[in-house]
């Protein structure tokens, strides 16, 4: 998770400020979320899906609608995305005590603490792959990307 967290937020300081409210318009993005609620979107169910593995039963509401978060500007943005991540990464070190035991919710679904975790670093990556689209399109070479020669990027 941490390899995911350091690009996810890379790509969230790549972005200007300006650019937070990009959606592409080209294609089939109608309904897509812009670059801002993309992060907060993923901040939301990082919270859900750790909370889940932690069986509260206060989970954040309308995750895939941005949830209840304030947050709007980037700085505040990547604010509430390490403080998921922060969430994230303590209670994933607590797992290893009993990994296999089952969690449920309405984020996650009936699995094991272990499977959960593994649904939140995937979700995690389905969403970067998104935000590097959103980077690329407005000529910003994402930094994970920067440190591979020009004949790879």
């Not at 690009?7 to 937070?20: I, T």
Request: aromatic share 10%; hydrophobic share 40%; glycine share 8%.
């Amino acid at each position: 998770m941490r390899m995911v967290e350091g690009e996810l937020l890379g790509a969230a300081e790549a972005m200007p400020e300006s650019k937070y409210s990009y959606v592409p318009k080209d294609g089939a993005f109608q309904d897509a979320r812009t670059f801002g609620e993309q992060l907060k979107h993923v901040a939301c169910a990082q919270f859900a899906f750790f909370l889940e593995i932690e069986r509260n039963t206060k989970l954040p509401e309308h995750c895939e609608k941005g949830g209840p978060s304030k947050a709007r500007t980037k700085a505040e943005l990547i604010a509430y995305l390490k403080e998921s991540f922060d969430y994230g990464n303590r209670v994933l070190a607590t797992i290893e005590t009993n990994p296999l035991s089952q969690v449920d919710g309405p984020y996650g679904g009936p699995r094991t603490k272990l499977s959960m975790a593994v649904l939140a670093v995937w979700h995690l990556s389905d969403h970067y792959g998104q935000l590097v689209l959103y980077l690329r399109m407005n000529g910003i070479v994402p930094p994970a990307t920067k440190r591979y020669p020009l004949a790879v990027r």
